[in-house]
């Protein structure tokens, strides 16, 4: 059974940095892309960016370039996001996603609450 | 970047038919393959994976959900609605980078 475990909610202050993490089990960590998608409250969905973890290579949107990080431990089957220089529009909900060989989203993490509040 | 129009809500009776659209600013098709996909999302959780290019059913989900289209055109059909089918419904495209996703349609009860 494939799972995303996704990090707790974060509060963090204007200009800040938060980096939160999605663990992947019952999958073959190394084989298909990671995803994280934004959720702001009550909107639609937006891609951020991928990462293979195999080899670590990236793929943005020029939307998110410079705001997102995104990173894997392959010994711990873990994907994490950093985001930086935060402000009030970063609050929102973060998903992680994993892709398979036909569909970009095939599973997804229960989401990562962050909130930007001084 | 690929646009993807969807309408904000669908009103149905349960056991009636729900359709869905969703229009792309451009073809998302590539050689046979129908690059659109739907997800289904309740209050509170994550999207869930319905349809994937255009009319295959994701494992697990019910053969009342049905997808079809092709080019710039694409339908979610739902038949018949049952209570538990009330969610906000997206559909995705993967044919260009960025990945991008409808607005989404919020299905309610008449």
């Known amino acids: 059974q494939v799972k995303l475990l996704q990090s707790g909610a974060a509060l963090v202050k204007p200009g800040a940095s938060v980096k939160m993490s999605c663990k992947v089990s019952?999958?073959?960590?190394?084989?298909?892309?990671m995803s994280w998608v934004k959720q702001s409250h009550g909107k639609s969905l937006e891609w951020i960016g991928e990462?293979?973890?195999?080899?670590?290579?990236?793929n943005f949107n020029e939307k998110f370039k410079g705001k997102a990080t995104l990173t894997v431990d392959k010994s711990t089957t873990t994907a994490y996001m950093e985001l930086s220089r935060l402000t009030s529009e970063d609050s929102a909900i973060y998903y992680c996603?994993?892709?398979?060989?036909?569909?970009?989203?095939?599973?997804w993490g229960q989401g990562t609450l962050v909130t930007v509040s001084s | 970047d690929i646009v993807l129009t969807q309408s904000p809500a669908l009103a149905v009776s349960l056991g009636q038919r729900a359709t869905f659209s969703c229009r792309a600013s451009?073809?998302?098709?590539?050689?046979?393959?129908?690059?659109m996909h739907w997800y289904q999302q309740k209050p509170g959780n994550q999207p869930k994976l319905l349809i994937y290019?255009?009319?295959n059913l994701a494992s697990g989900i019910p053969a009342r959900f049905s997808g079809s289209g092709s080019g710039t055109d694409f339908t979610l059909t739902i038949n018949p609605v049952q209570a538990d089918d009330i969610a906000t419904y997206y559909c995705?495209?993967?044919?260009?980078?960025?990945?991008?996703f409808g607005g989404g349609t919020k299905l309610e009860l008449k």
């Open positions: 451009q073809s998302v098709s590539v050689s046979r393959y129908n690059l």
């Open positions: 996603t994993m892709a398979t060989t036909v569909v970009t989203f095939a599973y």
């Open positions: 990462i293979h973890p195999n080899n670590g290579a990236t």
């Open positions: 019952g999958y073959t960590f190394t084989d298909y892309w």
């Open positions: 290019r255009a009319s």
């Open positions: 995705q495209q993967s044919r260009e980078s960025p990945w991008t």
